[in-house]
């Protein structure tokens, strides 16, 4: 029997990842919704904002059961996008709430691209948070949102060299810039404007020299991270080409009858 979408956002992700798990079907959230579920520091008062949609991480080998997921828990397809992505990526509206579920297969590609098929096993009910932060960091036309998220991450959690609960993977994070230079490039300058912006958020003392620390702990991780041969290649040719894409936007919620581009993701 076909469902309807949660009034409210977090009981409403909180509900799709749920059911998914009864399904045996692998979702994680990324985006703002899965740093409000895995950091404390974004309901404060300094660093909240608002959510728009659901973000979540699939795989390809499921999309059939996926679009079954949705449908039954009372989505509406986006017909036309889902027909001509629909082998990396979904789009569901909820139309009641004014909202969408966006939803990545295998993997995330917007200003950068990253493979997360050996990764959603890692942790749940959200991508690990070394991925979570890559997710972010890779925005190049960064916004207020962006830079409420990262600061969150990274002030409720630590640096480490692994995979953990709690834990920012530092060590795979400085392998991911050392394998590619315009992955490198846009994290160190998103890392920089962050520093830079501290001060406009409502933070004590203490936790800005928290998030500096720790945002310290993984440019020097970044830097010294032993780079590829394809790495110092690209850098020779520096800035003199772009190395991101920037994603098209469309509206939060579309009728799926007409509109089939992309947008960027929450």
């Given at each position: 029997m076909t469902s309807t979408?949660?009034?409210?956002?977090?009981?409403?992700?909180?509900?799709?990842?749920?059911?998914?798990?009864?399904?045996?079907?692998?979702?994680?959230?990324?985006?703002?919704?899965?740093?409000?579920?895995?950091?404390?520091?974004?309901?404060?008062?300094?660093?909240?904002?608002?959510?728009?949609?659901?973000?979540?991480m699939g795989l390809s080998k499921q999309s059939k059961e996926i679009k079954k997921l949705f449908i039954d828990l009372g989505y509406t397809p986006r017909q036309i996008f889902n027909a001509m992505q629909g082998n990396r990526r979904l789009i569901f509206n909820d139309i009641?709430?004014?909202?969408?579920?966006?939803?990545?297969?295998?993997?995330?590609?917007?200003?950068?691209r990253f493979d997360f098929r050996n990764r959603l096993s890692l942790d749940k009910p959200t991508i690990p948070?070394?991925?979570?932060?890559?997710?972010?960091?890779?925005v190049v036309e960064i916004t207020d949102r962006e830079y409420r998220d990262?600061?969150?991450?990274?002030?409720?959690?630590?640096?480490?060299?692994?995979?953990?609960?709690?834990?920012?993977?530092?060590?795979?994070?400085?392998?991911?810039?050392?394998?590619?230079?315009?992955?490198?490039?846009?994290?160190?300058?998103?890392?920089?404007?962050?520093?830079?912006?501290?001060?406009?958020?409502?933070?004590?003392?203490?936790?800005?020299?928290?998030?500096?620390k720790r945002i310290g702990d993984l440019q020097s991780r970044m830097e010294n991270a032993p780079k590829s041969m394809g790495w110092k290649m690209r850098a020779k040719i520096g800035e003199k080409k772009q190395w991101y894409e920037l994603p098209e936007r469309d509206k939060e919620v579309v009728d799926s009858r007409i509109y089939g581009t992309t947008t960027e993701t929450k």
């Open positions: 979408p949660l009034q409210d956002i977090v009981q409403e992700a909180q509900r799709i990842i749920e059911e998914a798990e009864k399904q045996g079907i692998t979702l994680r959230l990324f985006g703002g919704m899965a740093i409000r579920f895995r950091c404390p520091s974004a309901t404060h008062r300094g660093l909240q904002r608002k959510y728009a949609d659901i973000d979540v009641e709430q004014g909202r969408r579920v966006d939803i990545f297969l295998d993997v995330f590609e917007m200003c950068h948070l070394v991925d979570l932060l890559a997710t972010k960091l890779q990262i600061i969150a991450l990274i002030h409720d959690h630590e640096i480490t060299d692994k995979d953990s609960p709690e834990g920012i993977n530092g060590a795979y994070l400085a392998k991911m810039c050392g394998d590619d230079w315009g992955i490198y490039k846009t994290f160190t300058i998103t890392l920089g404007n962050i520093l830079s912006s501290l001060e406009d958020f409502d933070l004590s003392p203490s936790d800005r020299e928290l998030v500096k």
